[in-house]
């Protein structure tokens, strides 16, 4: 057999070939490619997992081939989301059962995503009627290697940003936290309030003097170092807002799906509670999004207020994706909490407002964020629109603090996970590893008085 017939094939055969090509290399991933350029999570395990499928399921009829085509498209796309926001796909998934609680219309982003996605499906049933089921042995050896140089592409093409996506904590991590690092709990002697402040998406600028130099850069005033000693610095952080929760307030790296069931008496805010401190938790958002509503309580909380709550004490709307109570307006409510207290309280404040996409309009505040930074606003809008939010907190934060019937407090701020930006240009400003913190530890009163 000559060389030349050992590689030619049926014209039937060939168009086989390049039909299931173009369904399960170019559809299935196209989409995902062109965010190879400005930045994107890892995929390659799930270029596998479809290619492979399509060899599979090539023999069968096109209604199963088309359902196993959304089934991988749709895992594909849910692990590129878990990838953005640092959780893994059984945090995800189960996290779908809150998607009802969002208002993903508040971003074109997740728009566009959705109409592309509904397409490709689209485009897919049509393809999927013709026949794909190629034979010959070289031709599926050639579709296998497809498969591995495209993934082999892809883990090329995000070599840069290693360790910004995905980031679980491996076996036997060290743990460290912004409590522990600054021993937030030993000053708890029944004197003073304590305060942790968690700030959704306060990263750790990186190479960025501009952000770096607006970073708590309120906090550097006169009546702030009359009354408190500042200092600052970061600490490492795994997955998503949760698990920076369980991670500051129970010590361990984890997350809260054991929590929902079972009490743990070992987290600050039961612990506190032993000491004789009341304990109470606000958040912007609902109290029922992951469950927080259920495990609160669990962890030692005895008073939590969510949107409802807070929207009933006269706390304004604030939009987007995560809509709920204006952050800014949450420091004067904490403040006439402790005024009002009758023992000393621990409380803990999630912020929500600064979760991406960051919309303009939507009573953000944050339409002219060029008062906040020009260069920041000519490069990097959606950075800017966020530091406008963290700015606003922080000005009513301080005006709070600093007021002279101001209880005795400490207060901790610290920020959950780095902000989950898609794209390479706005994620590369931050430190992928780490989360900065602020701890405004109160002077005595011979010391804030002088």
């Known amino acids: 057999m000559t060389m030349e017939r050992r590689f030619s094939f049926p014209k039937d055969e060939l168009s086989r070939f390049f039909n299931w090509i173009f369904v399960w290399i170019i559809l299935a991933n196209a989409g995902f490619m062109a965010m190879w350029f400005v930045g994107a999570p890892p995929r390659y395990l799930e270029i596998g997992i479809i290619g492979f499928t399509g060899l599979i399921v090539k023999r069968f009829a096109p209604w199963f081939q088309w359902i196993a085509f959304v089934a991988v498209l ?8 878990g990838g953005l926001f640092n959780l893994n796909i059984y945090s995800l998934i189960y996290s779908l059962q809150f998607f ?22 689209i485009v897919a049933f049509w393809l999927l009627r013709r026949d794909s089921n190629f034979s010959h042995s070289l031709l599926i050896l050639i579709a296998g290697g497809l498969i591995m140089g495209l993934a082999a592409t892809d883990f090329a093409m995000g070599q840069g940003m290693r360790g910004h996506y995905k980031r679980s904590a491996p076996a ?26 968690m700030v959704e998406s306060l990263g750790v600028p990186k ?31 795994y997955n998503s807002t949760t698990a920076g929760e369980v991670r500051e307030m129970c010590g361990r790296w984890g997350d809260y799906y054991e929590l929902v069931e079972q009490r743990d008496d070992g987290c600050l805010p039961a612990q506190l ?6 304990t109470h938790a606000m958040h912007s958002f609902q109290g029922g999004f992951f469950k927080r509503n259920q495990w609160y309580p669990n962890i030692g909380f005895e008073k939590q207020e969510f949107w409802k709550d807070l929207q009933k004490q006269g706390i ?30 621990f409380m803990y404040w999630l912020t929500l407002n600064a979760h991406l996409p960051v919309p303009t309009g939507l009573n953000l505040n944050v339409d002219n964020c060029e008062k906040v930074s020009p260069e920041l606003a ?9 530091f406008s939010l963290f700015d606003d907190i922080d000005k009513a934060l ?14 901790l701020i610290v920020g959950d996970h780095m902000p989950p930006y898609y794209d390479r240009h706005h994620r590369s400003q931050f430190d992928p590893e780490r989360v900065p913190w602020l701890y405004l530890k109160h002077k005595d009163a011979s010391a804030s008085e002088s």
């Not at 749709?74 to 989301?81: A, D, K, T």
């Not at 709307?317 to 307006?329: L, N, P, T």
């Not at 603090?401 to 209880?407: N, V």
Request: hydrophobic content about 40%; glycine content about 6%.
């Open 74 to 81: 749709s895992y594909s796309m849910l692990s590129f989301v």
């Open 100 to 121: 009802a609680e969002l208002k993903p219309d508040s971003s074109m982003e997740y728009i566009i995503v959705a109409v592309l996605a509904v397409v490709t499906m």
């Open 273 to 278: 509670a032993k000491q004789g401190y009341a």
């Open 378 to 386: 000519k490069n990097f809008p959606m950075i800017c629109r966020q």
């Open 316 to 345: 304004e709307w604030c939009g987007g994706v995560f809509a709920g109570a204006c952050d800014r307006q949450i420091p004067k409510l904490l403040a006439e909490n402790l005024k009002q207290a009758k023992q000393p309280t």
């Open 398 to 411: 301080i005006k709070e603090i600093t007021a002279s019937d101001f209880p005795e407090a400490d207060i």
């Open 207 to 237: 190479d960025n003097p501009i952000m770096a130099d607006k970073l708590f850069a309120y906090y550097n005033n006169s009546a702030i170092k009359r009354r408190y000693d500042v200092s600052q610095g970061t600490s490492l952080y």
């Open 172 to 197: 036997g991590a060290l743990f460290e936290s912004a409590t522990g690092q600054t021993e937030f709990a030993a000053r708890a002697d029944g004197k003073r309030h304590l305060i942790l402040v």
